[in-house]
């Protein structure tokens, strides 16, 4: 049986960033974002459906003018909650009041690079010391912080030096890879990086696994891919889907939590349509599929950096 770890749930689109990679093109309010009492339903219906833990995603999550109330709920029911944030509406009454309500808030801020040149290729001017502001508090109130990190074609030759800032801050680090979805897809040729650079980096946790607090996403290490198998996204109208890179494409589209439960869709849904021709080739055993949403958007039935069966990249 396939059991929901995480959910990232997608609060609102409206953010104060405009990072180059983001993949919900995050700006503006979109028109069909959930109501708050919409949002505590789905949160109740994600924590009875046995979620882990529930991801406040965006947008910028801390954006919404209710997500004290959302995030005092979800605690008031004990369901364990995490938040990815810009931080840069983190100021220390902000970050104070999270703690008054729910002081075991799990927090990833993004972090695009460990110098304000790196970060801010992506995220924009002025972007880095509001980040870093804001998790400089988070540290302060004692919340348990993860920086979360996109690996892109720029970013990766500096990853060693993204690893020491993240041991000196005492924090754990979360590795992702870039997939040119929504706004990213406009700058792949700049972003994509190549399977050289994600075995650099792979090489890089290998040397440091003992002294940081890792999460690596399979789309890194090659294991295969978790998406409708231990977990899903929650778009911003209610919209379930097997990872959130697959948000533009309505073939692979769960359901609704405005009309069904969660577990109603995710039990109905059948992850192996995102593996198309690669359950079928003999090399499966050996790749696994790499990550089925990065072969998705590039048309591909495989992903070029994990694929044992093709030369590219
Ligand atoms: C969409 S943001 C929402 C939360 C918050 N605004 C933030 O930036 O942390 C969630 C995470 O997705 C990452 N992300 C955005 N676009 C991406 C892409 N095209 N590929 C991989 N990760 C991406 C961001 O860097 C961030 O860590
Ligand atoms: S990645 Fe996050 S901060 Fe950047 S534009 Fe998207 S939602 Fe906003
Ligand atoms: S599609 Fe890619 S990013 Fe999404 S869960 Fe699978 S490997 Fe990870």
Known sequence: ???????????????????????????????????TEEVKKVIKDLYESGVEIIDLVGGEPLIRTDIFEI????????????????????????VKKLKEINDNLLVGVSLDGHKKEIHELVRGAGTFEKTMRGLKNFLEFGFDVT??????????????EM???????????YVDRFVPVGRGELFKDMLL?????????NGIIEKYK?????????????DECTAGKEHASILVDGTVVPCGHFRYDFKYY?????EKSFKEIWESFNPDILFNDCKECELFTKCKGGCRAFANQLGLSYDPIFCEASNNV
């Open 193 to 201: 990086p190549t399977k050289e650079m994600i075995k650099f980096v």
């Open 147 to 160: 920086i979360l990190h996109v690996i892109n074609k720029h970013n990766y030759k500096y990853f060693e």
């Open 210 to 222: 003992d002294q940081v607090d890792f999460f690596v996403e399979e789309n890194i290490y090659g």
């Open 254 to 258: 769960m359901g609704n939590v405005r």
């Open 71 to 94: 995030i005092s709920f979800a605690k008031s029911i004990g369901a364990k909650l995490m938040i990815n944030t810009n931080a840069s509406l983190a100021s220390k009454d902000v």
């Open 163 to 173: 690893v020491l800032f993240a041991k000196e801050l005492g924090v754990s680090l």
């Open 1 to 35: 049986m396939r059991t929901p770890k995480v959910v990232e749930f997608e609060l609102t689109t409206a953010c104060n960033y405009s990072c180059i990679h983001c993949y919900c093109n995050a700006g503006k309010t979109s028109k069909n974002e959930l109501s």
